[in-house]
Structures are given as structure tokens and as C-alpha cells.
T-cell receptor
Framework: KAGVTQTPRYLIKTRGQQVTLSCSPI?????VSWYQQTPGQGLQFLFE???????NKGNFPGRFSGRQFSNSRSEMNVSTLELGDSALYLC?????????????FGNGTRLTVT | AQTVTQSQPEMSVQEAETVTLSCTYD???????LFWYKQPPSRQMILVIR??????QNATENRFSVNFQKAAKSFSLKISDSQLGDAAMYFC????????????FGEGTQLTVNP
């Protein structure tokens, strides 16, 4: 089975722009969650989607949003980019969501905001 | 609020030796799960081992084992017979039963394996 695929791997954007990141889960997985990883704040949970519905949300401003499609693929969007949004964004998929099923992570998208 | 603390930013071990990575956590919940993840330079987070809080027996996966001390809220990872491929950033993480996939991670420990 193919693993979790995140595209693009690298992205460079300018302050004030918006960006969309994509995550294709493992086939059959219905849960997709997103994490932000920065040197200062570490790994922080953004949100989780399950069967197209947001199931959990972390403590991030409304500029961070996401969605999940009927094929379980997920996108996250960040509007009005700030320098502090520079980070590695990790996506994880799971059959039923944790803790029932283990999380499988992708290789992440490295976003740089200049 | 949950917190996870890893007090060792860096650790090193000789190949074939044993190393223990420390982790403490805090939660008011009685039902929760603990994990160790490994993040090599490829950036992908890989699950190393998982422990359910209600299980008294320490989890073991081949060369990896944990020492789960529930009363002390301590969850250390022991790597036996260390291999060069074990070199990575290791993260301790906690999940509460009702949190879905919302993991709380520690700061990480960078493990170097010397040949």
C-alpha cells in the first residue's frame, strides 16, 4: 500500500499570501490530522478530519483552515501568511483515528514564508 | 492541560550499546495512551512503541521497550543493541481517550549512534 503522500514537499511564499497544502491518506483511511512543527513551538496539533467532518481543532487562529473530500484526501489552507507560519506541516492518516488505530505520517511539507 | 517533557535535548550511544530516553507527562485523565515516535532526516514520523495507561505491563517491540511508571507519570524508552539506523529525533507523545488524534508531543531528544 502507498503511504501518506503530502504535496508539495517544499513551498516558498511571501507574507500576506495564502497557501494550500495537500495530503493523500493511505487507501481506506478515513481520518486525516494535521500538525505544525517548528523549532520554537515543537509539534502542535492543528485539526483532524474524519469522513469529511472536522472532529478536533487545535489552538490556531482562524487563518488556518482545512477540509476533507469524499475520497478522504485533505487540504489545509493558511491565509494572510505571517513569518511565524514557516514550519514543517505534517499530515497523518488513520483507519478510524487515534487511539483506535495508529497514525501514519507523511514526509511533510516545508513552508517558508519570506 | 496535558504536558509532555523530555529533559534530554541530545543523547549519544555507541553502536550495540543500550540507551534510555526519558519522558515525563502530566494529565488529569485516567484513560490515556503514550507513544514514542522516531523522526529521521526524511522527516516522516514513525511509531516506535505504544503503551495504554490501563495496562500495567510495559510494552516491548523487538529492541525497544518502555518503563512506564504511572504514579510518577514517567515513560522512558530503552533501546537495546543500538544500531546506526536508530539515529533520529525521538518524540514522546500522549493522547487522551477522548481527544481523537490530538497528540501532545514533547520537545524531542536527538539521538546519535556512534560506530
Amino acid at each position: 500500500k502507498a503511504g501518506v503522500t503530502q504535496t508539495p514537499r517544499y513551498l516558498i511564499k511571501t507574507r500576506g499570501q495564502q497557501v494550500t497544502l495537500s495530503c493523500s491518506p493511505i487507501s481506506g483511511h478515513r481520518s486525516v490530522s494535521w500538525y505544525q512543527q517548528t523549532p520554537g513551538q515543537g509539534l502542535q496539533f492543528l485539526f483532524e478530519y474524519f469522513s469529511e467532518t472536522q472532529r478536533n481543532k487545535g489552538n490556531f487562529p482562524g487563518r488556518f483552515s482545512g477540509r476533507q473530500f469524499s475520497n478522504s484526501r485533505s487540504e489545509m489552507n493558511v491565509s494572510t501568511l505571517e513569518l511565524g507560519d514557516s514550519a514543517l506541516y505534517l499530515c497523518a492518516s488513520s483507519l478510524e483515528g487515534a487511539p483506535l488505530s495508529p497514525l501514519h505520517f507523511g514526509n511533510g511539507t516545508r513552508l517558508t514564508v519570506t | 492541560a496535558q504536558t509532555v517533557t523530555q529533559s534530554q535535548p541530545e543523547m549519544s550511544v555507541q553502536e550495540a550499546e543500550t540507551v534510555t530516553l526519558s519522558c515525563t507527562y502530566d494529565t488529569s485523565e485516567s484513560d490515556y495512551y503514550l507513544f514514542w515516535y522516531k523522526q529521521p532526516p526524511s522527516r516522516q514520523m514513525i511509531l516506535v512503541i505504544r503503551q495504554e495507561a490501563y495496562k500495567q505491563q510495559n510494552a516491548t517491540e523487538n529492541r525497544f521497550s518502555v518503563n512506564f511508571q504511572k504514579a510518577a507519570k514517567s515513560f522512558s524508552l530503552k533501546i537495546s543493541d543500538s544500531q546506526l539506523g536508530d539515529a533520529a529525533m525521538y518524540f514522546c507523545a500522549q493522547l487522551e481517550e477522548t481527544s481523537g488524534s490530538r497528540l501532545t508531543f514533547g520537545e524531542g531528544t536527538q539521538l546519535t549512534v556512534n560506530p
